[in-house]
């Protein structure tokens, strides 16, 4: 009987060539994976042949499994497999609600570990060529979720919309209505903002707009998820 053991990986924003070497490590010497919907299914290769490899993804009106079956199979599976690794997309604690898994986990009396990952918070505005610090563009940026748990707009972003702070948005794009309608009741229609679309793969797609055209250029263009939002005076500096 193999010692039952969980390791949270990141797996980056979605390029390969992203995934840390210590995530290639756990995943190939992993008995099972159980995987989330924005991890790119090359990064399952690193795993053994006979592993397991199960689909726990949840994408916006579309969950696969609720966080406590989650958090139960992730138990269930070391103690009858071994070694478990839960691969999550970016960094697993940025809206990932990757420490409620391990905290779970630990109150099973289950060894854990977490390695992280690259957060496309940053990853995919800089492979935009978007920087979120500049001396013309804003000192200091916010990252906030477009969508709690419920399925609602983070409170955050109605102080967000008030300051000068460069915003990066993650899961947004189903909310961005009320996002645009934040920012224009502030008087901000003319403010800066960069969609990046499948943020480091071969079908990245980037557009850059103001808060009071974006709606027009979503329509147009027919910009789907996943996507990040950046808003502020960054997105429209000259890129690198």
Avoid at 31 to 59: C, E, Q
Avoid at 104 to 130: D, M, Q, R, W
Avoid at 207 to 230: N, R, W, Y
Wanted: aromatic fraction near 6%; hydrophobic fraction near 40%.
């Amino acid at each position: 009987m193999k010692r039952p053991k969980i390791t949270l990986v990141g797996a980056g924003p979605g390029d390969p060539e992203l995934l840390s070497l210590a995530g290639v490590r756990a995943l190939e010497t992993a008995d099972v994976v159980l995987y989330d919907a924005l991890v790119n299914p090359a990064i399952l290769a690193y795993a053994k042949k006979n592993t397991k490899k199960i689909f726990v993804g949840k994408r916006a009106g579309c969950h696969s499994y609720v966080q406590d079956n989650i958090n139960k199979m992730l138990v269930d599976f070391a103690n009858s497999y071994g070694h478990v690794v839960r691969l999550k997309g970016g960094d697993p604690y940025i809206f990932g609600r990757g420490s409620e898994e391990l905290q779970f986990a630990k109150s099973k009396n289950i060894e854990t570990s977490v390695i992280p990952g690259v957060s496309s918070a940053i990853a995919v505005a800089e492979l935009a060529g978007i920087s979120l610090i500049n001396k013309n563009g804003s000192s200091d940026f916010w990252v906030i979720t477009g969508s709690t748990k419920d399925g609602g707009l983070s409170r955050d972003l109605y102080l967000a919309a008030k300051l000068d702070q460069t915003v990066v948005i993650l899961m947004g794009i189903q909310h961005i209505e009320k996002i645009v309608e934040l920012y224009k009741m502030e008087g901000r229609g003319s403010l800066p903002i960069a969609i990046v679309q499948n943020g480091s793969l071969d079908n990245q797609r980037m557009f850059f707009s103001t808060i009071e055209t974006v709606l027009h250029e979503i329509a147009d263009k027919q910009v789907l998820t996943p996507a990040i939002l950046v808003i502020g005076k960054s997105a429209a500096i000259e890129r690198c």
